[in-house]
């Protein structure tokens, strides 16, 4: 069955970060749902869980090597493609610290990965979307809406995203492509254990110590509550598929009442209030 009209029967997606998580459940559901599937990720010796989930779920996808923060990786990935119909920047890795604390380096690093990553592909990807009149889907994150405590460098740069993003979209319209950020709150998924803590993140943490100590009580009992990684996939493929995409689509119940606070919140007292009770 083609998908927004075009008479096409079979459309191309490629999606970064497929190893595990998100992008590794939207590789299979998109799979699923009748896309041929472009899965890549920065080592591909890691592609296992990705393929056996692939061939439980009775279908293929294609493997490819991206790492999104090297050009010429992105420019190898994208070599041969003569159509693409929707890229799914899923790529991205968690952080957790406070500038005080750590070297500006550490946040460039974050930046490079979250922010930059997603620019790396987009770019190469838009001459190929706008040939097929197609869509760019960004999975950003409630950190992208609000700023969260230890957060500092991630939020920055999901918040760089949504900015980006959001500025695009009329811009790639004009073009007829479409422009969406997917916006989860806590999932359960391998990104938490990704972060890359240290066991002795307490000691280092000095003076923060025991906000740090409260933050991560409160983490943890907000990720034991987390949606899964496939219901955030079946959003995503839904978005894929929508003849009318949302501009905005956050992904739960929860994550639509954490970022209504920030949208409603004029003059940031109640965003403040949230977040300080979280440290505090």
Known sequence: MSKWGTGISTKTVLITGTSSGIGLSTAVAAARSGWQVIATMRDTTKAGALLAAAEEAGVAVEVRALDVTDPASVEACLAGLDRLDALVNN???GHVGTLERESVEDVRAVMEVNFFGVLHVTKAALPLLRASKGRVLTVTSVGGVIGQPFNEAYCAAKFAVEGFMESLAPVAATA?????VVEPGAVASEFVSNVG???DALEQAGPYAPALSRYLER????FAQAQ???DVATRIVDLLAAERPAFRVLTSDAARAFAGTKLKDLDGSAVQALTNSWVA
Not at 176 to 180: E, L, N, P
């Open 219 to 222: 983490t943890r009992e907000a």
């Open 228 to 230: 899964t990684s496939q």
């Open 91 to 93: 790529a991205g890795a």
């Open 197 to 199: 803590l240290p066991d």
């Open 176 to 180: 007829g492509v479409r422009v969406s």
